[in-house]
C-alpha cells in the first residue's frame, strides 16, 4: 500500500506538471539578443540551490538564443554571492509560503541586473523544505519559487509557485527523482522547457 | 530541513492531510532567567532585539518580540527598521549565533554563547549603542498533524525558543532563555502562534525587570 502510495504521488505531480506550464506568464515577449543571469535568492538550501542554478543556466545556454552568464561569472561579478534576496512571499512556522509580492526586493535585483550589465534575471528561491517518512519510503518536497524578470523596466515575465520533490533510495516509484542533483537536474530541465517554448527564445 | 513522520500514507498521498512529526517536548526548558540571580533590568534603558539567525521564522519572531516589548513602554526599543539601516546585512545576509545547542541538554540551560556569536554580537552593539541587546532565535520546531477517518485534523506545533540578554557597557550575558513552548489549534496557526510565544517571551523578561 506504502509504495502503491507513493508512487501515485509521484506520478500524479509528473502528470500535472508534464501536462501544464511549470510558469504564470504575465508576458511572453522576450529579446532572444538579451543577456540573462540566473540567481541564487535563498541560502538556506546552499546545495540544492547551487544544483538548480547550474543546471537551469547549463539549459537555459543550450536551449534559447539568449547569452547566459555562467554561475562562475555571476560570483566574480557580485562578490558576495550567493546572499539571501527578499523573495515576493512570507514562510512563518512549517506552512507552505504565502506569496506576498508587495515584499519583493526588486531594487535589490535591479542593482544586481546592473552590476552583472543583463537584461533578464531568472532569480528562485528553495523557501521551505520538509522530509516526509513512512516506513522506509521518504520523500523530500521543496517550495519553490521563482521569477523571470526584465531589466530596467522591471517588468515580470514569468511566475512560478510550486513543488519539487525526491525520493529516498528504497522507495519504488519508478523513475523518479533520487537525490537534490536528481530533483535539479529533472525539474530545470522541465522549468527551462516552459520558458523557452512560452517565451519564443528557442534556438 | 524539517522532517516529517507520516502516519497514514495512504491517506497523505491522497488527501495530503495526514502526517506525524517528531517531537520531543517532554521537557520544556528554562524561562528568562538572569545569570547572577537578583539581577534586575533596567527600565528606561534602551534596547535592541536582534535576530540570531537570519533564517525567516527568527527573524519574525524577533519583530514581534521587539514590537510586544515596545507595546509595553518599559524600555527604550530600537525599531527593526532602524536596526536594519544601523547593522549591514541585518537580517538577511547576517547571524550572530553560529552554533547549535538543540539536543545538547547541558549547554541549553546556561548563558552559552561562542566566542565568534559574542564577538559579531559586539560588533552589533558598536552599530546600534543600546543599553541592552536581546538576541532571539528559534532553535528547533516540530510538528504534529493527525488526520481523523471520520473527518477533519488536529495539528500540535512546537517551537524552542532561545534567548540571550547581553547587558552594555560591560557586555556580559545577564540573561538567558531556552523553552519549548506548544500550541495546540484546529488548522496550525503558526502566525498565532508565534505571536503567543513573543508575548510570553516578552512577560518573563518584564518579571525580571525593576
Redesign the interface.
Known sequence: ??KF??A??AFSVFFILSCSSTHNFINKDVNPKSKIAVIIGE???SAESASYAKHFTAGLAGGSRLTVLTQNQVKAALGTYP????GPY??????KPKMDYTRHDLDRLAAIAKKLNVQYLYVFWFA????????K?EV?KYWYVGELIEFPSRRIIAQADSTMFYFGKDTGVGDAPRSIEDMCKVFSEMYVKDIINNTGIAK | MFYVKKVNVFIMCLLCTSFFYNCSSADLGKKYTPVEPGFMLEPGKSIAVISGRNDDNDIQLTEMVSEKLTATKKFKVLQQSDIKKMVPKYPLNLSVIDFSIAGDQAKRYTPYLTSTSKATIDAVHKSVKTDYILVVWVEGINAQIVSHYGGGSSQTNYMLVMSRLISYPDGNVAGYSARWNEDSSIFGDWEGFFRDVSKSLVKDILNKTK
Open positions: 500500500m506504502k502510495a507513493a501515485l504521488l541560502t538556506k538550501y546572499e539571501r534576496i527578499q512570507k514562510v512563518i512556522g512549517m506552512e521551505q523544505s520538509v522530509k516526509e517518512i513512512a516506513g519510503d523530500t
